[in-house]
């Protein structure tokens, strides 16, 4: 649908300056008015960067297997072109301002400042609402056609500004016209700056990572993000993301960046692929939860009140001691304490706390200790055991 659309303003684009290069051009010679014939010449320039923006729109759409991350960049191609056709109409004013002596003797000046006067309302309407359509459908294209239309309106001042100039018998349309060569100047320089910027493959807007962000940190599962890249490339941005994520299975890990995907696709416009590279939070290291009550001995899942997580370093060294309650959605806190191993006195009956855990990639550890202390050291040793083991095979 946009794709539609955007169609649709650059081939109306190139009919309205096709009609203006006409009616300009046969009214400059009937009324001989320079200015009239230069704006023809003006108009002519703006249908041929339609033309180019029309093509530049369509083969933009187009998919190809050598091409794998698409076409889009012929928008912006197609905007720098348009932006040189910008500086050319700036320089045409310009020398025609300052280097044109040849005097002509205006016949009829009334026709041609109607003429002018109907090329302005044109102009200056449709310039506005393209812009408004290349800004909803984020098409720099359409943006840049709606400038060099904008332009041909600020041109039609000037140029009607000499006629009404000619009518009265004064000559004002040099002044105002240098002035208006430089807001055209202007004018294609944002365009290439903005144009070359894509091309290059500049980052997306501050304001856009960062509302990228919240969205991936709202997650609980997210510990950080180690990096955020994005591009644009046409009306289409692309991400590269690289996350810090709490030790998960590798299904529910998928599953999780598949939402944060989702979400960010819903909520930033014209996204066309977000690829995520995620890690575990903890790569080394050991963390145990053991499930006790009230007075801190070890129970099983259903008598449990109380949850306390352990993080051991690689080296066997416990680093800190933390203590949650176990109220409400017990599943819930236990798969949020993100611990390799849950010490209990035995596994859990529940079907979807078995499950649960399962999911999460957590290890039931069944003991007959009483204390988390004594637990604690029964876990180490059987980790001991295993790493020494695993480094003789």
Excluded: C
């Excluded at 300056?17 to 320039?45: C, Q």
């Amino acid at each position: 649908m946009n794709q539609t659309l955007k169609e649709r303003w650059i081939l109306g684009s190139l009919l309205l300056n096709l009609f203006l290069s006409v009616l300009k051009l046969v009214f400059g010679l009937i009324t001989n008015s320079l200015g009239l014939i230069a704006e023809a010449i003006h108009s002519f320039s703006d249908l041929v960067a339609s033309v180019i923006s029309f093509i530049g729109v369509k083969l933009s759409a187009k998919k190809s297997e050598d091409f794998p991350y698409g076409l889009y960049k012929i928008e912006n191609i197609a905007a720098l072109i348009i932006s040189l056709f910008l500086f050319l109409a700036g320089y045409e004013i310009i020398k025609e301002v300052f280097f044109h002596h040849e005097e002509k003797q205006v016949s009829n000046p009334e026709y041609a400042i109607i003429v002018m006067v109907i090329a302005m309302i044109l102009t200056f309407f449709y310039s506005r609402f393209e812009k408004q359509a290349g800004k909803k459908l984020n098409s720099p294209t359409l943006i840049a056609d709606a400038e060099h239309i904008w332009a041909d309106f600020l041109s039609s001042v000037i140029v009607l500004i000499g006629l009404i100039g000619v009518y009265f018998g004064y000559n004002l349309d040099k002044y105002a016209a240098a002035v208006v060569a430089l807001f055209i100047f202007h004018s294609g320089f944002e365009i290439m700056k903005d144009s070359i910027k894509v091309l290059l493959d500049f980052t997306l807007e501050k304001e856009e990572l960062e509302k990228i962000k919240n969205i991936i940190l709202k997650h609980p599962a997210i510990v950080d993000i180690k990096s955020i890249k994005g591009r644009s490339a046409g009306s289409y941005k692309f991400l590269e993301i690289e996350l810090l994520m709490h030790n998960l299975s590798l299904r529910e890990a998928h599953k999780i960046v598949d939402e944060i995907a989702q979400q960010i696709k819903e909520k930033v416009p014209n996204i066309d692929s977000v690829i995520i590279h995620y890690e575990p939070a903890r790569q080394e290291g050991l963390r145990v939860a053991f499930l006790t009550d009230d007075e801190g001995n070890i129970k099983d899942f259903e008598t449990a009140t109380y949850i306390t997580v352990v993080d051991i370093t690689k080296d066997f060294e416990v680093l800190k001691n933390t203590l949650l309650k176990l109220s409400g959605n017990k599943n819930k806190i236990i798969e949020n304490s993100r611990a390799d191993v849950i010490v209990s006195k035995n596994h859990p009956l529940n079907f979807e706390t078995r499950f649960s855990l399962s999911r999460s990639s957590i290890m039931v550890w069944e003991t007959e200790k009483q204390k988390i202390e004594d637990a604690l050291q029964e876990v180490i040793k059987s980790w001991k055991e295993f790493i020494n083991k695993e480094g003789k095979s």
